[in-house]
């Protein structure tokens, strides 16, 4: 039968402690000792549930040695933090020069960036990669921001909106609750409502609490009575929409004067004609009860890339509006920029434009297309940056004097050479890139980058080697792109 060895206390010095006693002695949970020969004690530790302790017998203590004077040890300074190491491969020192550069165009342009938790140029952890390389494939996955603009446009065209302006004087509520001029009736939509209250202020000051909780009986009777009060003109423009089953339905209530010619979906329209072809991609979201609308399109660091920490990972903008008088025009620029190793980021904007829904808006559209269409080339910097990889073919390279005709012969070229490595055997490390490769395949620089990081992530090694390839794949990205002319004399 195994048993668990028993825990030994001694005074003894290490080198006695190690030999085996010849008796122990067992001390009971109610402090009897008993003391045996070592496999008499063992027997009755065991047999009493391992309780208690066993101990060894006290042995005198050699005399101290004489302890010579020792020499003089120069102080080892401690380690410098994480936060305060420079990384100095070669990735790292691509992502500084070009986060420098990022930080003074963005600077003059008027973005106040955050200050990194780490050096610039940092590599990621893995989980901070993780979290870029989902954030990277979520941004892949989004439409062109053109395409969900049109598509939200045409979402509020069919709700076939019409605006009628009435005295506020002439209008009823029935015990449905619904509004009509005396000729037939309509639901109304809970903004409307508030706005009409809003509007009927005079006659009815703060009675939207007592409305809302009153029977519909009441409810009428009560706006019925006092609205014909009301002793003065008072113009309203009431919006209708066909609802999703078909039926019509007061969705807004506005002053008679208020500009209804620049809606949400003439916004983005003129939104996704000034970006069209830009590949800004992004999304649209509108909130029909509230008619709030908000876009918002950009560009982000291909996964294929190595993130650094510092660098600006997404460039773009952000605009919205909206359609009951509860929000103005409005459209910022925006950056991203990787704080921590683990990806923790931070957005900064700009206000790039706004106007209120007042006054004449007959400008309008074309004022936010103007200035949606100047964004591209506010930022042209940075998608030159990450699309170079992207637009650089294999066959463009000369390494060490070797040119490639596709990604294959590229790889087979570089781990050969032991630019690409890690611990496992050569061919092994090809075939696993290669069967990457086809995956996804390609012949630019971005392609050859991307089978590098998908066998880190897909080939069944140990985390040694995944991480080690993944470093190496960090690396290659400016000694690939130095070498479309430059490495030809490397």
């Not at 065209?157 to 015990?175: G, Q, S, Y």
């Amino acid at each position: 039968m195994n048993t668990p060895s028993p825990a030994l206390d001694t005074n003894a010095p290490a080198k006695e402690a190690s030999m085996t006693p010849q008796s122990l002695t067992h001390i009971a949970l109610d402090g009897t000792e008993t003391t045996l020969p070592t496999a008499d004690a063992m027997a009755l530790y065991a047999s009493n549930g391992f309780s208690g302790r066993l101990v060894a017998p006290a042995t005198p203590a050699p005399a101290a040695p004489v302890a010579a004077t020792p020499a003089p040890v120069e102080a080892t300074p401690a380690p410098a933090p994480v936060a305060a190491q420079t990384a100095n491969d070669a990735g790292a020192v691509a992502a500084r020069e070009r986060n420098a550069a990022q930080v003074e165009r963005l600077s003059q342009m008027g973005f106040a960036l955050a200050e990194p938790f780490f050096a610039v140029g940092t590599p990621l952890v893995q989980g901070g990669k993780d979290k870029f390389r989902a954030l990277a494939r979520d941004h892949a996955s989004k439409p062109p921001i053109e395409e969900a603009a049109m598509e939200a446009a045409g979402r509020i065209e069919a709700e076939k909106r019409t605006d009628f302006t009435v005295d506020l004087r002439d209008l009823r509520i029935d015990n449905r609750g619904q509004i009509t001029r005396g000729k037939g009736s309509i639901p109304l939509e809970t903004q409307a409502w508030n706005a009409l209250v809003a509007a009927a202020a005079p006659v009815l000051p703060s009675a939207r609490a007592l409305l809302e909780v009153v029977d519909p009986d009441l409810r009428a009777d009560i706006w019925n009575r006092q609205i014909a009060k009301l002793q003065t003109e008072k113009m309203m423009k009431v919006g209708v929409r066909r609802g999703n089953e078909g039926d019509w339905r007061a969705f807004r209530a506005l002053n008679g004067t208020y500009p209804t010619e620049a809606q949400a979906n003439v916004v983005l329209r003129g939104v996704a004609e000034a970006i069209k072809g830009e590949n800004m991609r992004g999304s649209v979201t509108y909130d029909p009860v509230s008619t709030r609308v908000r876009f918002e399109g950009a560009w982000m660091m291909p996964q294929e890339l190595d993130p650094r920490v510092g660098d600006v990972m997404r460039v773009g903008f952000a605009g919205s509006t909206a359609d009951a008088a509860n929000g103005a025009f409005k459209v910022s620029m925006g950056v991203t920029r990787i704080l921590c190793v683990n990806l923790t980021i931070s957005d900064a904007y700009i206000a790039a434009f706004r106007r209120d829904h007042r006054g004449d808006l007959s400008s309008v559209v074309g004022d936010i297309a103007a200035t949606v269409r100047a964004i591209p080339d506010a930022f042209s910097a940075f998608a030159a940056d990450w699309r170079i990889a992207r637009d650089t073919g294999v066959d463009a390279l000369r390494y060490k004097g070797q040119t490639y005709k596709d990604v294959p012969a590229a790889l087979a070229d570089l781990v050969e050479r032991g630019v690409i490595t890690a611990q496992v055997a050569k061919d092994a490390l090809l075939e696993s890139l290669l069967r990457a490769h086809s995956a996804e395949p390609g012949d630019s620089v971005a392609d050859l980058l991307n089978a590098v990081t998908r066998a880190a992530h897909e080939a069944e090694w140990s985390e040694f080697n995944r991480s080690m390839l993944e470093h190496r794949a960090g690396e290659l990205m400016p000694i690939l792109l130095g070498a479309r002319s430059a490495i030809a004399s490397a």
